[in-house]
Nanobody, 127 residues
Framework: QVQLVESGGGLVQAGGSLRLSCAAS????????MGWFRQAPGKEREFVAA????????YYADSVKGRFTTFRDNVKNTVYLQMNSLKPEDTAVYYC????????????????????WGQGTQVTVSS
């Protein structure tokens, strides 16, 4: 199995930026496609971004496209979510997740396909 630990969350003003990190341990990081999801109070967990095992294919929810970027460093066993132009509606607990089932160059947007999850990190965007 793999253990995932998110970090980098916090409080930021609207228009600001944060970079979330997800550090993996316990298995070979390059075996997993990696996804980012978020959950706001009273709402279901939703897809944010994902990156394939290769690092060459990325996927984004329409709500964050053009503002968020995900990328991975398979040497450091870490995946990142760079969040720019943050809006109050981005406020949520952000989770990273690992998926062992995807082909080398793809990733899934479905929460049900991910095998391992981090504990989450809170992102709060003030107006």
């Amino acid at each position: 199995q793999v253990q995932l630990v998110e970090s980098g969350g916090g409080l930021v003003q609207a228009g600001g930026s944060l970079r979330l990190s997800c550090a993996a341990s316990g298995n070979t990081f390059s075996r997993y496609a990696m996804g980012w999801f978020r959950q706001a109070p009273g709402k279901e967990r939703e897809f944010v971004a994902a990156v394939a095992r290769s690092g060459g294919s990325t996927y984004y929810a329409d709500s964050v496209k053009g503002r968020f970027t995900t990328f991975r460093d398979n040497v450091k066993n870490t995946v990142y979510l760079q969040m720019n132009s943050l809006k109050p509606e981005d406020t949520a607990v952000y989770y990273c997740a690992a998926d062992s089932s995807r082909p080398y160059s793809s990733a899934t947007t479905s929460t049900y396909e991910y095998d391992y999850w981090g504990q989450g990190t809170q992102v709060t965007v003030s107006s």
